[in-house]
């Protein structure tokens, strides 16, 4: 089985967590206006739109097409995996190949 490499640095990872909360599609404007909310600090347009295109090309989001926001029009995205898929993924990488299975059996009733 190949293992593909998911790690998302701490900034990337905020992001991802606004993306799977929102639970429809979302620009990167809003993504914006919630982490700048969320986390108190003073994110600026030019880190978030590296940071989604980082995640686009790592395989996390995807675009879904454009929306009208005021005057202008803003592509929105969605999550390409989910939390749980990330989370397995993070796993595999992390653990032994040779491992999974007993790290598996401690999930059956």
Do not use: C
Request: hydrophobic share 35%.
């Amino acid at each position: 089985m190949e293992r593909k490499k998911t790690r998302l640095n701490e900034s990337e990872m905020k992001v991802m967590q606004i993306i799977w909360n929102a639970g429809q599609p979302i620009t990167g404007q809003q993504v914006l206006g919630q982490i700048t909310e969320q986390y108190k600090g003073s994110w600026h347009p030019r880190t978030i739109y590296p940071l989604m295109r980082k995640l686009s090309e790592k395989g996390m989001i995807r675009d879904v097409g454009s929306a009208r926001v005021g005057k202008v029009y803003a592509r929105q995205f969605l999550p390409a995996i989910s939390r749980p898929e990330y989370m397995a993924l993070r796993i595999m990488e992390t653990l032994p190949e040779a491992e999974l299975p007993q790290f598996l059996s401690y999930f059956s009733y």
